[in-house]
Structure formats: structure tokens, C-alpha cells
């Protein structure tokens, strides 16, 4: 089955304690993204990767890091989390940006840092 | 700074109804506005446009865009409890070197009543 998925989906923790959210696509998509949702604020987009060692910045990248080593992974890391991060979050993928491929999202990781 | 404004926030309608969505944009060399809806889930895509004054159907929803005036609308026509989301509107825009960067409004609220 074509899906994205994320781990963990629930996850909470303290202040400082570094931690990674994993995100996969098996549909061989070349674009991923990271996102943050918030009330009232709508999705915020964090990071995002045209394809393999490819990154870029989207509109609040600051205390969050990514990496592309390979095309199906695309992981998020918290080096030193705070309370302001938690947030529920969500990866997403497509096999390219463009008008003919839509983007997938995964079903999202609720993030509590106390 | 991009931006992205849907309007209204909120909107409580019955069914049979129809509704109209609007979004309207701020962007540095617009590529593609996106409409996504989302229940309580992980967004799901319904329409990406790029083309002026091209509306986009399926089944009783429809949108279209209008570059000129940097507005898209969202149209629910004979609405069912099912259409009760919130839907977003992204829009796609250039992001460091590559056009990967995505800017999402705050989402409109929509209840549809029996």
C-alpha cells in the first residue's frame, strides 16, 4: 500500500532531551516536507527536499534540522526541544512538485514538550 | 514575507447548502495555489491550480483561480454532513534555490448540519 508514515505518533517529553521523528514514503516520491500545525495558525511548512541531499528551509525552520541521505527517509530532529514546539506534525510527499502530482501526508505526530 | 489569507474562519451552514471559500495570496513568483481538506486527520488534497480563470472540478466541488486579482475560491454546492473540514489553501512559491516552499492560510471551519 502507498503510504507515508510517521514514528513516533504520540510522544511527549522535557525540555532539551534531543529527539528524531521519522518519516518514510515507499512510492519512491523525490519531494518531501515537514509541517507543523498549530490553532489558528493553520500548517506552517519547516523544511522541505527536492530529492536526495537536497534541502531547503520553508517558513519556521528554527530549532528543527532534517536530513536526505536516502529518498525514502526523511527525518526531523529536535536537538534541544522546547515548550514552543509542541505542535502536531505532519511529513508529506510527492514524486515531484508539480501540477500533475499531489502531495501525501502522513497521519501525523502529536509532539508535547514539557 | 509570503502570505496567505483564507476568509471566513468559520462557517456553519445545512446541508443542501452551498458554500464559497475564498482565498486570497501574497507571493513572489507564484507557481501553483493548492486546496486541501481536513478532517480530523491528515490533510487530504482536492485541486492544485496554476492556470487563470481554468476551473477545476469534481463531482460538487469546484475552484478556480484568478491571478490577476490573487484569489482563489473554494465552491461546495448541495453540501452533506461529510463536507464538514477544515479546508486549507496552499499556495507554492519559490524557497531558497528551488520552488519547493509552500505557504498554507489558517483553514476555513466549515459545519454542515443535518
Known amino acids: 500500500e502507498a503510504q507515508v508514515t510517521q514514528n513516533p505518533r504520540y510522544l511527549i517529553t522535557v525540555t532539551g532531551k534531543k529527539l528524531t521523528v521519522t518519516c518514510s514514503q515507499n512510492m519512491n516520491h523525490e519531494y518531501m516536507s515537514w509541517y507543523r500545525q498549530d490553532p489558528g495558525l493553520g500548517l506552517r511548512q519547516i523544511y522541505y527536499?527536492?530529492?536526495?541531499?537536497?534541502?531547503d528551509k520553508g517558513d519556521v525552520p528554527e530549532g528543527y534540522k532534517v536530513s536526505r541521505k536516502e529518498k525514502r527517509n526523511f527525518p526531523l530532529i529536535l536537538e534541544s526541544p522546547s515548550p514552543n514546539q509542541t505542535s502536531l506534525y505532519f511529513c508529506?510527499?510527492?514524486?515531484?512538485?508539480?501540477?500533475?502530482?499531489?502531495?501525501?501526508f502522513g497521519p501525523g505526530t502529536r509532539l508535547t514538550v514539557t | 514575507e509570503d502570505k496567505v489569507v483564507q476568509s471566513p474562519l468559520s462557517l456553519v451552514v445545512h446541508e443542501g447548502d452551498t458554500v464559497t471559500l475564498n482565498c486570497s495570496y501574497e507571493v513572489t513568483n507564484f507557481r501553483s495555489l493548492l486546496w486541501y481538506k481536513q478532517e480530523k486527520k491528515a490533510p487530504t488534497f482536492l485541486f492544485m491550480l496554476t492556470s487563470s480563470g481554468i476551473e477545476k472540478k469534481s463531482g460538487r466541488l469546484s475552484s478556480i483561480l484568478d491571478k490577476k486579482e490573487l484569489f482563489s475560491i473554494l465552491n461546495i454546492t448541495a453540501t452533506q454532513t461529510g463536507d464538514s473540514a477544515v479546508y486549507l489553501c496552499?499556495?507554492?512559491?519559490?524557497?531558497?534555490?528551488?520552488?519547493?516552499?509552500?505557504?498554507f492560510g489558517q483553514g476555513t471551519i466549515l459545519t454542515v448540519h443535518p
Open positions: 496552499a499556495v507554492r512559491g519559490p524557497g531558497g534555490t528551488s520552488y519547493g516552499k509552500l505557504t
Open positions: 508529506a510527499s510527492s514524486f515531484k512538485l508539480g501540477e500533475f502530482y499531489e502531495q501525501y
Open positions: 527536499s527536492m530529492n536526495v541531499e537536497v534541502t
